[in-house]
DNA sequence: TTGACTGGTAGGAAATCTCCTACCTATGGT
DNA sequence: ACCATAGGTAGGAGATTTCCTACCAGTCAA
């Protein structure tokens, strides 16, 4: 699973704060290898959720917001054992049938 | 991570959809044996995502919203790369003054 | 008490994950 | 052309995960 290991999270969340950066940027903020941040950049990429272009010598990485949303769309169903400050919002909002 | 395995995330689904269920009510899902359940059972409690109770010779496994919360509290900081209807909702309303 | 049922734990085999070093290609600068 | 930089791939070692078959304890019913 993607968001699995505290890399690849670390990486989404570099990318999400700083914006699209190249490989040996986000390789400062690692202790292993730059190889082995490769690997987790590419299992990022296969499972969607970065993209990555060329940009003269580097790649640049940035996030792929789709299929996020799909782990919040996961999450979603759960929303009803919690109360979310949105789905109260939204509850409030679109005034839904459902009890 | 707790939701990395389909199975923990299929156990997920059936307490959510059905409520507090017994390990073998809960085995008939899957295909692997029941102790090999028991044991994403137990990781699962671990991460604090199910509870269980004791009612007779049975074990109430249940679903445990705080800890999914997380996930959700994760996930947020990149709502603001797509637009979900909640978060559109939310900008509405409470008219935040960033951008 | 004996037997059936529920479900956890132990030990270990096999699969998967993670990380490394070595090596490769591609681009840009001189 | 030559060298440095950026970054992907290969092969493999070690750690972790997953799954299995025993086996064990607790509960209920006869």
Same mark, same amino acid.
Do not use: C, N
């Given at each position: 699973?993607?968001?699995?290991?505290?890399?690849?999270?670390?990486?989404?969340?570099?990318?999400? +704060?700083?914006?699209?950066?190249?490989?040996?940027?986000?390789?400062?903020? !690692?202790?292993?290898?730059?190889?082995?941040?490769? +690997?987790?950049?590419?299992?990022?990429?296969?499972?969607?959720?970065?993209? +990555?272009?060329?940009?003269?010598?580097?790649?640049?990485?940035?996030?792929?917001?789709?299929?996020?949303?799909? !782990?919040?769309?996961?999450?979603?169903?759960?929303?009803? !054992?919690?109360?979310?400050?949105?789905?109260?919002?939204?509850?409030?909002?679109?005034?839904?049938?459902?009890?």
């Amino acid at each position: 699973m993607a968001i699995a290991h505290p890399a690849r999270r670390e990486v989404l969340r570099l990318l999400r +704060e700083d914006g699209p950066r190249p490989v040996v940027q986000l390789a400062e903020h !690692f202790d292993m290898s730059r190889p082995s941040l490769s +690997e987790h950049l590419k299992l990022l990429k296969d499972a969607g959720l970065v993209s +990555e272009r060329k940009v003269g010598r580097q790649r640049l990485y940035s996030l792929e917001p789709d299929r996020l949303q799909e !782990f919040s769309d996961w999450l979603a169903p759960y929303e009803r !054992f919690w109360q979310t400050r949105l789905t109260g919002l939204a509850e409030l909002l679109e005034a839904e049938d459902d009890d």
